[in-house]
């Protein structure tokens, strides 16, 4: 009896322990939590925290891996799990969570979104709802040798012609891209497409891949291994290997991520560190210079206990201070237009301010759509066959279009035809 009463007692005791731990509101953000990226994270935070008295924030670590940290979340949020509150998404993400009710529309925290660029805005929306808020930007660009080249191409035959002149002059290669059959192959054939005025999806949901342009643009890809600019082994490339055959001098030009600036830039380690530029990817005539948006988001939780606070934070984190302390620690850049007015972000970049602006105005979304995962499985595979010889270029396109029509067929979202 008496340690039936103990046993009581001390349940007692640790409910009343808990009740009292649950008062104080915690908050739960996940996010690139390693190096330099979860130092800058972790100080915001404290910022954050001392400025709301009251309120304890953590950081829920997650795989940095983007698809571990996909299946992480789609488990949890699956299960209704309340935490992380504030989640960092993928920019291809924000559909599918705003699609499935985990996350929620930031309408009703009235978030002032008007210096966002357009581009990312468009990414994080879903019938006409805004899901999360940009964090910063990551954009596909053109990395060129200044010491062979006097100026970047304008037009797609001019980058032909440069890359052709730029490897007489000794490189191994004109160009290099991402060419594996993996998502970095999508973004360089959006970016080609784009140049040539195509789309893979038309505004109204209908899959435009195998048009005329992207016809147009997979042959052009196809024409760059077949004249020897760029190598057979880009098709077993992702961002790693690409930037060190640039890396190394081997490369005329680079079509890479802005990650790759300071790495490019580091004397001692980098053969062409100072005879370097960035430049957008031109286009042909008609079409529009393209860079594929990348990038990390900011949503709330559908299921968080304090949705108020959560918003709170993503404001916080996505102000322009944060963002031009993010460039300066971490490279980042910003998805604020203001901060590209201000004087310090050169300083943080490293780069021309005025250089990378030219690109994030042209940065374009991969289709908004919650089966985008689905069509780029689909798209991957037609791409890499096509450009390793073994489909013709247009029948390719047109397999990918039907198997990607039926996907968007079978989940309801086909647009009219």
Same mark, same amino acid.
């Given at each position: 009896m008496r340690n039936r009463a103990l046993g009581v007692l001390l349940l007692l005791l640790l409910c009343a322990c808990g009740g009292q731990e649950d008062s104080v509101p915690t908050l739960t953000v996940s996010g690139s939590a390693v190096g330099a990226e979860g130092e800058v994270l972790a100080r915001q935070i404290r910022r954050f925290a001392a400025g709301n008295p009251g309120l304890r924030v953590t950081v829920q670590q997650t795989p940095d891996d983007a698809t571990q940290r996909h299946q992480l979340y789609v488990q949890w949020l699956n299960a209704h799990v309340g935490t992380p509150d504030v989640l960092q998404l993928d920019v291809?993400?924000?559909? /599918?969570?705003?699609?499935? +009710?985990? =996350?929620? @529309?930031?309408?009703?925290?009235?978030?002032?979104? +008007?210096?966002?660029? @357009?581009?990312?805005?468009?990414?994080?929306?879903?019938?006409?709802?805004?899901?999360?808020?940009?964090?910063?930007?990551?954009?596909?660009?053109? %990395?060129?040798?200044?010491?062979? #080249?006097?100026?970047? @191409?304008?037009? #797609?035959?001019?980058?032909?012609?440069?890359?052709?002149? +730029?490897?007489?002059?000794?490189?191994? %290669?004109?160009?290099?891209?991402?060419?594996?059959? %993996? /998502?970095?192959?999508?973004?360089?054939?959006?970016? =080609?497409?784009?140049?040539?005025?195509?789309?893979?999806?038309?505004?109204?949901?209908?899959?435009? *891949?195998?048009?005329?342009?992207? =016809?147009?643009?997979?042959?052009?890809?196809? +024409?760059?291994?077949?004249?020897?600019?760029?190598?057979?082994? *880009? !098709?077993?490339?992702? /961002?790693?290997?690409t930037r060190f055959a640039f890396q190394n001098g081997n490369a005329v030009f680079l079509r890479n991520w802005p990650y790759a600036w300071a790495l490019l830039g580091k004397p001692g380690e980098s053969r062409v560190a100072g005879r370097f530029a960035i430049a957008p990817m031109p286009a042909a005539p008609g079409g529009k210079s393209t860079a594929a948006l990348g990038g990390a988001q900011l949503a709330v939780n559908a299921h968080s206990r304090h949705p108020e606070a959560a918003f709170r934070l993503i404001s916080y984190l996505t102000a322009?201070?944060?963002?031009?302390?993010?460039?300066?620690?971490?490279?980042?850049?910003?998805?604020?237009?203001?901060?590209?007015?201000?004087?310090?972000?050169?300083?943080?970049?490293?780069?021309?301010?005025?250089?990378? !602006?030219?690109?994030? /105005?042209?940065?374009?979304?991969?289709?908004?759509?919650?089966?985008?995962?689905? #069509?780029?499985?689909?798209?991957?595979?037609?791409l890499h066959r096509s450009l390793a010889g073994q489909t013709e270029t247009a029948a390719a396109l047109h397999d990918a279009a039907r198997e990607m029509e039926a996907v968007l067929e079978r989940s309801g979202l086909g647009g009219p035809s």
């Open positions: 291809v993400w924000t559909p /599918e969570f705003a699609a499935a +009710g985990w =996350i929620l @529309p930031l309408d009703r925290f009235s978030p002032d979104s +008007g210096d966002f660029f @357009p581009a990312s805005l468009a990414a994080n929306t879903w019938q006409g709802k805004l899901y999360a808020l940009p964090w910063f930007m990551d954009v596909g660009m053109l %990395y060129w040798r200044t010491d062979l #080249l006097s100026a970047a @191409p304008s037009s #797609l035959a001019e980058l032909t012609a440069l890359a052709r002149r +730029g490897k007489a002059a000794g490189p191994r %290669y004109g160009i290099v891209w991402q060419g594996a059959r %993996y /998502e970095g192959l999508v973004t360089v054939f959006l970016e =080609i497409l784009g140049g040539f005025g195509g789309s893979i999806l038309t505004p109204e949901g209908r899959v435009a *891949v195998d048009s005329p342009q992207g =016809i147009a643009a997979l042959a052009y890809l196809k +024409g760059q291994i077949a004249a020897g600019l760029a190598p057979p082994e *880009v !098709l077993t490339w992702h /961002e790693e290997e322009p201070e944060r963002m031009l302390e993010r460039a300066r620690v971490v490279g980042q850049y910003p998805a604020r237009r203001s901060v590209y007015r201000d004087p310090r972000l050169a300083e943080a970049l490293g780069a021309d301010p005025a250089a990378v !602006l030219a690109i994030v /105005e042209r940065a374009r979304p991969r289709p908004v759509t919650p089966v985008w995962t689905e #069509l780029s499985e689909i798209l991957q595979i037609h």
